[in-house]
């Protein structure tokens, strides 16, 4: 039997095996609380429950509906005990084969109509379920939308992620399983009690008395199993691992390498050993405890039936063989739900620290917001200012002091410096990625905390070092950037990124796949598709981030073909990794630790002697030697310094 059909107001099993093969624990997890949970128990506050009805609220009617459901269904679930009692002595004993039937038949009638709520209670709440994750998705992923950032590279992904799906995935879990099954639990508990001491209190009393001998042996097999279960997922991860890191052509070659055959079969050999020892142990605590179950299950209805029997035989003939199998029948009824109500405790509290992880996702500030009076201003040239701009991730170490400097309409500032000098944390702070800590960022004259933050971004273009391209296809891509672009103004993109005949020879065109993050295509022909895009959204200001893994020098004079006259028509920050893209700009500034080393016309620095000639020797000889030949005493590249 499907776990969910278990649960809520669908009849509930008879057969103690049912409850044992039901995940061992809770909905959420094992049916204890881990060491780490029990550390970290959320605070259950009225403030908490408040938040979490505002997520329940616009679903109230229909949570109703799912109530009287619940209630309908619970009680009708034990109909069939009592009409047993009805059967053997009204219909077999009584030799009455008229009221045999009929109570046959209500019998059947009562299931079947027990079914067809359970149908309706199920879809409410799976729709109840779905509306309320839906709403939280949604919010979630808005929210993160506008995190910083700071947020997403400070942060585990596999975090946001889990959030995002797992942890609102729980939600639903809790409203379609652990809500109903207080409630549908609670009340099949109460009425079958009731019915029981309505029957016989003497045997209601036995019945009760049996239970705890299923349900404690239920609980500590289930948690040594999980415990069990556990151990051996954790093994098999362990053999997964080895296999994919052993088995690859890439670790078959280390292994070859180091001759490491035999001390890999001995690590291959033992985790598979301990693998079976697991196993076997998984398999033999499901016997003993299946054993010790059905004895169990024998123990209660033979107990009823035989203090049932002398009651009838020696002190009260009016109780009846009837009432005897009527009490047998509900006691069968009350393992599942008394099982499940002693996972409740631990079902609510994983539950709470589920919604308090989410909501605590929900009240994290964007760092990087629009000031309430935020401007748009009318005309755009595209100009960036630098006043003393302090800059650090973390206090302790400082990445950019005290820079400043100034670039105008239409002109080019290269930006160079060793690596991890600061230049790309640099232009991060134009369009706000991160906020100065001290000094300011002006864009066209206003500092830029103080414009609209879409503005701001909407006239800065940056191609940066890393091309991420989305999975789709190249159409999809470019369209990113200006989403009613024609036909026309696509290829001419794509020729002035000097990327259409790339684009032409595929089969498929603007429409050929670029694979997950542009992986089908080289590194050259992202870089020269990100231009496209920008070419695209047509931005005051460009900023190009120059890729610093080495491209044949073909590719390279691709992008520097594309890049040039981009640079020219246009005000432009070019983080340079090579001569040629140093040549283009008016003006360089040499950054190093953080600090504006030296500025000047490529002339100017080289003759000075200093950082930028360090930089020129080892950094763009190179570059310079692959595209330039005559980088220094060069005559045609000196124009425009
Ligand atoms: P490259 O030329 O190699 O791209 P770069 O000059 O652009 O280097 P940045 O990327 O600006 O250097 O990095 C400057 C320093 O800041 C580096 O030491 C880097 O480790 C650090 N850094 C960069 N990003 C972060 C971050 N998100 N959090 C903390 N430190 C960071």
């Known amino acids: 039997m499907r776990y969910n059909m278990i649960i809520g107001s669908v009849p509930a099993p008879n057969s103690m095996q049912e409850v044992y093969d039901m995940p061992p624990g809770g909905r959420l997890g094992p049916g204890y609380l881990t060491d780490e949970e029990k550390k970290n128990k959320p605070k259950v506050t009225k403030a908490l429950l408040v938040r979490i009805y505002s997520y329940l609220k ?5 949570m109703i509906l799912v109530l009287l ?11 069939p005990s009592v009409l047993t009692g009805k059967i053997i002595d009204d219909g077999l004993i009584a030799r009455n084969f008229k009221a045999l039937v009929l109570f046959i038949a209500l019998s059947f009638g009562v299931t079947l109509l027990t079914n067809l709520i359970g149908i309706l209670e199920s ?34 992904q596999g975090d946001i992620i889990t959030r995002m799906t797992s942890d609102i995935s729980g939600v639903q879990q809790i409203i379609t399983n652990t809500l109903t099954s207080i409630l549908s639990n609670s009340i099949t508990l109460i009425v079958a009690l009731v019915l029981m001491f309505r029957q016989n209190w003497i045997l209601a009393l036995v019945g009760i008395a049996v239970v705890p001998l299923f349900a404690i042996p239920t609980r500590s097999a289930g948690r040594r199993r999980w415990a069990i279960t556990k151990d051996s997922q954790a093994c098999s991860d362990e053999i997964n691992g080895i296999l994919n ?18 001390k ?25 405890f299946r054993m010790a179950l059905s004895t169990f299950t024998n123990i209660g209805p033979m107990l009823i039936y035989l203090i049932g029997g002398l009651i009838m035989m020696r002190y009260d003939d009016s109780i009846t063989v009837g009432q005897i199998s009527v009490l047998v029948a509900l006691l069968g009824k009350m393992y599942m739900p008394v099982n499940q109500l002693l996972n409740i405790q631990v079902d609510w509290i994983r539950s709470m620290a589920m919604f308090t992880r989410i909501f605590e996702y ?35 170490r400082e990445i950019l002091k005290n820079i400043s400097f100034k670039l105008e309409q239409g002109k080019c500032i290269a930006i160079v410096g060793p690596s991890g000098s600061g230049k790309s944390t640099l232009i991060n702070l134009i369009p706000r990625l991160y906020d100065v800590i001290d000094g300011c960022v002006l864009f066209d004259g206003e500092d830029v905390r103080k414009l609209d933050l879409g503005f701001l971004r909407e006239h800065i273009g940056i191609v940066s070092q ?48 670029v694979g997950n993050r542009g992986l089908k295509l080289s590194g050259g022909e992202k870089q020269r598709i990100s231009i496209a895009r920008i070419l695209l959204k047509d ?6 981030d120059e890729a610093t893994s080495a491209l044949d020098s073909i590719s390279e004079q691709k992008i520097q073909d594309a890049i040039e006259p981009l640079i020219a028509s246009r005000t432009g920050i070019l983080i340079a990794h090579r001569l040629s893209t140093v040549l283009a700009a008016d003006e360089i500034l040499v950054v190093k630790d953080g600090e504006i080393a030296e500025r000047g016309t490529h002339q100017e620095l080289v003759r000075a002697g200093g950082v930028y000639t360090q930089l020129y020797e080892t950094q763009f000889s190179k570059a310079a030697s692959d595209a330039e030949p005559a980088p220094l005493g060069y005559s045609e590249g000196e124009e425009g310094m």
């Open 58 to 62: 616009p679903y109230r009617k229909q």
């Open 69 to 79: 459901a619940i209630l309908c269904s619970a009680i009708l679930t034990l109909m």
């Open 123 to 156: 879809y409410l709440n799976t729709w109840i379920a779905q509306h309320i994750t839906y709403d939280m998705r949604n919010k979630m992923y808005r929210h993160l939308q506008t995190m910083s950032q700071r947020f997403f590279t400070a942060s585990n």
């Open 245 to 262: 890191e052993t088995l690859s052509v890439s670790g078959q070659l280390l292994v070859k390498l180091f001759g490491m055959e035999e």
């Open 264 to 288: 890999e079969n001995q690590r291959y050999e033992a985790v598979n050993k301990r693998m079976i020892g697991l196993n076997i142990k998984e398999s033999m605590a499901g016997r003993w």
């Open 362 to 396: 929900y009240d994290m500030k964007p760092e990087i917001q629009n000031a309430p009076d935020a401007i748009r201003p009318d005309t755009v040239r595209g100009e960036v200012e630098f006043r003393n701009v302090r800059f650090y991730y973390n206090e302790e």
């Open 466 to 513: 890393e091309t991420y391209l989305f999975n789709g296809t190249i159409r999809d891509n470019l369209l990113y950037a200006k989403p009613d672009a024609t036909e026309e103004e696509l290829i001419e993109a794509c020729r002035q990124a000097n990327i259409y005949d790339f684009v032409e020879k595929q089969e498929q065109g603007l429409d050929t796949v």
């Open 539 to 544: 931005p005051a200001l460009l900023i190009f």
